[in-house]
C-alpha cells in the first residue's frame, strides 16, 4: 500500500471518551542513532523543566489527569497503564536525564514532556493496512514493547489497530514490538493524543515542535490524515 493512500479513523465511541488527537505521517526520514546538537537542545530543555518539576507538580497538571480520567471512564488501571507523559515525566525526576533510544524517538518523547501530550511513532514498513483507534475486542494481537513474547487483551478500553487486528499502541501507554521505530525507520505513523482536558490549541503547539525538530534533524516530508481540516 502506498504511503498516501493510507488512511486513519476514530471511532465514535472512542471520541466520545474525550480522546482527541492530531495524526500524520512523516516520510522520507533520515533517522540516526542521535544528534550532537540534538543532544545540546534537548539537555538544555529538560534542565529548564527539571527546574519545576516536581512528582507534585505531575499529579496536579491537569493535562495528566485528564489522562487518569480517561483511563478511569474505560475501565483501565492508572497503575498499570500510566499515560506516556507521565512515565517520561516521572523518569526525569528520577535519572534527571531522559532515556535514549534514537533520535526520532528521542525527539518526540523531548516534545512529550514539554507538552504533556501523549505521543507515538510506528514504521509504516511493519503496518498493514490502514489504522483505525477503536474499542478493543479481546481478539486482537498485541506484542508490548520490550516484552519476549505476545500478551493477551481483554475487551474494551481503545487501542490503535491495523488492519492485520494488530494493536499498534494500547491506550496513551503501551507501543509494540511489530511497529517500533530503529534506525533504519524511514517512514512513520504518529500519534499526537489529548483528552478532554486538553485543547486544540495544546494539540497544535505540540505537532509543530514536533514537525520542526524532525525535520530539523531527519528531514521528511508531512501528510496529515486527520482531522483533514488541519494545516500546520
Known amino acids: 500500500m502506498a504511503i498516501n493512500s493510507i488512511t486513519f479513523d476514530i471511532s465514535p465511541e472512542v471520541t466520545g471518551y474525550g480522546v482527541n488527537g492530531i495524526y500524520l505521517i512523516i516520510s522520507g526520514l533520515k533517522n540516526s542513532d542521535t544528534d550532537s546538537q ?112 505476545p500478551k493477551k487483551v481483554r475487551p474494551g478500553g481503545y487501542s490503535y489497530i491495523d488492519d492485520a487486528n494488530d494493536i499498534i499502541c494500547m491506550l496513551d501507554s503501551r507501543q509494540v514490538e511489530k511497529t517500533k521505530v530503529t534506525e533504519e525507520t524511514r517512514d512513520c505513523f504518529y500519534i499526537i493524543q489529548g483528552n478532554a482536558n486538553i485543547p486544540i490549541e495544546s494539540l497544535h503547539k505540540g505537532v509543530d515542535l514536533l514537525i520542526d525538530l524532525t525535520q530539523k534533524y531527519c528531514g521528511g516530508e508531512v501528510q496529515i490524515l486527520y482531522p483533514a481540516d488541519f494545516s500546520f
Open 38 to 149: 540534538f543532544e545540546q537542545h534537548r539537555d538544555e530543555t529538560i534542565n529548564r523543566l527539571l527546574e519545576e518539576l516536581t512528582f507534585d507538580t505531575i499529579q496536579q497538571d491537569p493535562f495528566l489527569k485528564g489522562y487518569r480520567d480517561l483511563h478511569s471512564i474505560v475501565g483501565f488501571s492508572n497503575r498499570n497503564f500510566p499515560a506516556a507523559p507521565e512515565t517520561l515525566l516521572e523518569n526525569l525526576i528520577r535519572y534527571r536525564k531522559m532515556v535514549h533510544v534514537n533520535l526520532l524517538v528521542d525527539i518526540y518523547n523531548l516534545v512529550s514532556v514539554q507538552t504533556r501530550l501523549a505521543f507515538g511513532a510506528h514504521d509504516l514498513a511493519h503496518v498493514t493496512g490502514n489504522i483505525h483507534l477503536k474499542p478493543m475486542m479481546g481478539d486482537e494481537g498485541f506484542w508490548p514493547l520490550g516484552s519476549p513474547e
